[in-house]
């Protein structure tokens, strides 16, 4: 699934999730250039995450379970408004 | 997985059978790529920008000039194939489509991907994007010392295999495993692995890959497994993480701990640099009165011991306040900070349409603008990146200080306190400049929304010092080059305008002189000071009749609005080539002498008179109107010219020039009114 979706987007924002739960990325509304950075950063389609803070910044730590993801705690920092658009379940 | 016959040909072969010439280095952001070059090349690197721009290039030579190689350091990305100009830059490295100033457009006879262990799976679709590539490769495995105390164990025989080349585990930090990069890089040959080109099949390579790299790992002896971390361990780890992670960027605590370590680098740069730099002064200041000393006197005399002289000191005595700027910076930077302050600086600066990335160019900008700009190049979205360029030199440089100094001084001669807010408000006004200069920018010719931050945040660790001194070593040459050369012509031609044409000894002074060769005959002690009156009067006179000083007169009716005098107009039209002239043109102009280390000619200087021999040079509502304008505008060429060369064109210097100098203008004039 893309992170570019454009269709009904499934799961739940990022920013609804607490910090310290994990779950996985299903897709995003996200501008193409924006979407790409982030997959290119680790932050793809079925990446599995860690939320270690929800606001502004939110932070995420790519988990090692699961295919196309970090090995190890690689942690990224969202900018709350690219957070928000982001899903995961 | 797609695999294509081996090739043999080897990087040395390849290029053009005169040995190995050039290897590019490659790598995502934080994977100890800079460590690495920076160990292979040493001090013999320089820097320089990609053609046509702004891409920083870095190369360095490895090994001897008969048999080493030039080492190509490219832009940390996430993938060759994204739309920003960093990835463009390696794309056209890698295609031979760019090279870096005096080197041939030609593909890298190898390529080095510096890959971090601990992040195997993502580093790994960049390593499949270069190997596509089809040029000889090595791959060096980095962090291996981080990725083993985590637990995590590798099997390089398989990793080498699916990638088809060599993986050489390596640590950048310690230098283990560095050696064996350059006999590798001879042995080194085409891949004979093409990994899938469409993202999502290249992705799933990337993850196989690594997990067959972990899951066919030798497994750890008894006295290994004996040795790693407890799975309680790694979650105290993580959640230690998440505190500190939690505590840098929350509004409250995140903001007392920046402005504690703000604080520190600015006492950093004010106090500590200023010992080296009071040196600097003090050793040129003897050595120019050494060269003066030597020659005959005359016209070669002023020019190397006043011009030259003067003009290499007044761009080295920045030095030290640069080098340890960056030294701060790049440890910072290498502790994991800097990341997580780019965020809490974004909440400040995103509604004035700057981004988070601006804080660390706006922040070197209080030292110096043209390293600042220099520094804007991480800011990834260009509006973004050209406002902060343009809002950079409202940041108080050091080159403000002394100007500062002086007019607090002059206001307040008896309360240093009120002097010291006076000053505070300085730096206060600039910024918040800036920050409207923004806001109007972003509103108006660089609309547009600005992309929402996304930066990884590097795991906390010790930093180190050798990079930091290096990076240190590195923009102080940058300034040196770029910003030096300007300065010293500068110099020369302001010297050469003050000192000519020359108007010879005035009658008064010859009328003192007379008196003062009476006074030693009949033994009376005042000889020396009608000599020093005269000496004053005939520079005084110089001042007054040469170029700048004519100069100054005509251009006094356009900064009569601002309460100038011709004095003080030639002291600020002398201070556009460099602020930091403007106290000793002042001096030069008003006492007659170059030096202000005294008070005597501190008082001088404030209670100058003009023309009309009743109103001060230094009138308090003057004071304040050149306090504000020297605060405002935008009163040096070199920043100048590196604006031109980081944006790609001259508009964005002119602009800046006519934006700050015409509101420089307006608010100085403004001020004056209000206080006469």
Redesign the interface.
Known sequence: MPLTASHQLEGKSLLAMTAGSQGQVVGAGLEEKDAAMLRAMGLRPSAMLRVCRVGEPTIVELVPDGPGVCRSGCRIGLAKSLAARIRVK | MSTTSPVTTSARSSAEGTGLRRVALLGNPNTGKTTLFNRLSGLRHKTSNFPGTTQEARSGRVGSDLDGYTLIDLPGI??I????SESAVCRDLLAGRTAIPGQPMAEPDAVIVVVDA?????NL?LVGEVLRRRLPTVICLNMMDL?KR?G?RLSLASLSEHVGCEVLPICARSGEGVDHIGPALLRATIPNRTPPGE?HAL??W??DV??EA?ATAPACTDEEAHALPSEDELLKR?AR??RI??ML?HPVSGTLIFAFVAAAIFWLIFSIAQIPMDALDGLFGTFGEWVASLLPSGFVNDLISKGVVGGISGVLIFIPQIALLFFVISLLEDTGYL??AA?LM??VLRPFGLPGHAFVPLLSSHACAIPGIISTRAIPDRRERLATIMVAPFMTCSARLPVYVLVTSVLFPTSPALAALAFVGCYALGIGAGLFTALLFRRTILKGSG?????????YKRPSFRTALLAAYDRSLIFLKKAGTNILAISIILWWLSAFPRTGETAEAMDLRTQATAAVQTGDSNASDLLAQADELDAKAQARNSLIGQLGRFAEPAFRPLGYDWQLTIGVLSSFAAREVFVSTMAVVVTGHESTDDDGVLDRLSSARRDDGVTPVFSAAASWSLLVFFVLAMQCVSTLVITARETGSWKWSLLQLGWMTGLAYVLAMIVYHAMA
């Open positions: 996430y993938s194939e994204l739309d920003l601990t992040n195997l799976a993502r679709t990725a985590s995590l993202v992705e799933r990337a993850a690594a997990a972990i993580r993480a998440d992670d939690a960027v990341a997580r965020f974004d909440r992309r929402p931050m996304a930066l990884e945040l590097p795991s």
